[in-house]
């Protein structure tokens, strides 16, 4: 054979061989990407579908509680409830606090929620800096009130750039309420009332009572 039809034989079998990567590659990705955005963990069990969960620590050399970071979706007709959170392999607890004051963090039928950011539910690791370390790949199990336990591995970041808004936030919302209220109240009260009454009554009849009285003793 010569140069000639080797070389060409040698570039038809590249090309080939590179159509038949990047039709892979492209397959590939189609069926990661329809679920889960990029390098951030998905799965799905029954009705109930969790994507991008993230544990997000705090800013680097930070220590402090770290998040749960996730979007919850339920493709079912009934609602379903998030009954708890939990890390296995440690003793670091999870703190489920639904948005909006509400008792349970409901997942709707048809809809979704999300855990993380601001407005959002939030699911707090309160031990997180001794907890969990950033770069590793984390269990979480969401336990849903009918699917059951949903594990996944989630990747451990810290509360940076893109997830700088996603993290644990210091929140004393319970502090806030008590030091304005207290304030407000006790000092406008006491001071309007009390001091308005008596002045009024007891300048007013006395001076008025005597004076009237002693009048007999000039015509006396």
């Known amino acids: 054979m010569s140069r000639s039809l080797r070389r060409g034989a040698l570039?038809?079998?590249?090309?080939?061989?590179?159509?038949?990567?990047?039709?892979?590659?492209?397959?590939?990705?189609?069926?990661?990407?329809l679920q889960v955005k990029p390098d951030n963990a998905a799965v799905t069990k029954g009705d109930i579908k969790i994507?991008?969960?993230?544990?997000?620590?705090?800013?680097?050399?930070?220590?402090?509680?770290?998040?749960?970071?996730?979007?919850?979706?339920?493709?079912g007709t009934k609602d379903q409830t998030v009954d708890a959170i939990t890390l296995p392999g440690g003793k670091a607890t999870v703190t489920v606090k639904p948005a909006g004051g509400a008792s349970k963090l409901v997942v709707p039928a048809g809809g979704s929620v999300v855990l993380g950011g601001k407005g959002n539910a939030s699911a707090i690791i309160s031990s997180g800096s001794e907890s969990v370390l950033d770069g590793d790949a984390q269990k979480v199990v969401f336990?849903?009130?009918?699917?059951?336990?949903?594990?996944?591995?989630?990747?451990?970041?810290?509360?940076?750039?893109?997830?700088?808004?996603?993290?644990?936030?210091?929140?004393?919302?319970?502090?806030?309420?008590?030091?304005?209220?207290?304030?407000?109240?006790?000092?406008?009260?006491?001071?309007?009332?009390?001091?308005?009454?008596?002045?009024?009554?007891?300048?007013?009849?006395?001076?008025?009572?005597?004076?009237?009285?002693?009048?007999?003793?000039?015509?006396?």
């Open 11 to 33: 570039a038809a079998t590249a090309v080939v061989f590179s159509i038949a990567s990047l039709a892979a590659c492209g397959a590939g990705q189609d069926a990661q990407t």
């Open 51 to 75: 994507q991008n969960a993230l544990v997000v620590t705090q800013e680097k050399n930070k220590k402090g509680p770290a998040a749960v970071a996730a979007t919850l979706f339920n493709a």
């Open 143 to 220: 336990q849903l009130s009918s699917t059951g336990d949903v594990a996944l591995e989630a990747f451990v970041v810290p509360a940076t750039g893109m997830y700088a808004g996603v993290g644990a936030t210091e929140a004393p919302a319970a502090g806030a309420s008590p030091s304005g209220s207290p304030s407000g109240s006790p000092s406008g009260t006491p001071s309007g009332s009390p001091g308005a009454t008596p002045s009024g009554s007891a300048s007013g009849s006395p001076a008025g009572s005597p004076s009237g009285s002693s009048s007999p003793s000039a015509g006396h």
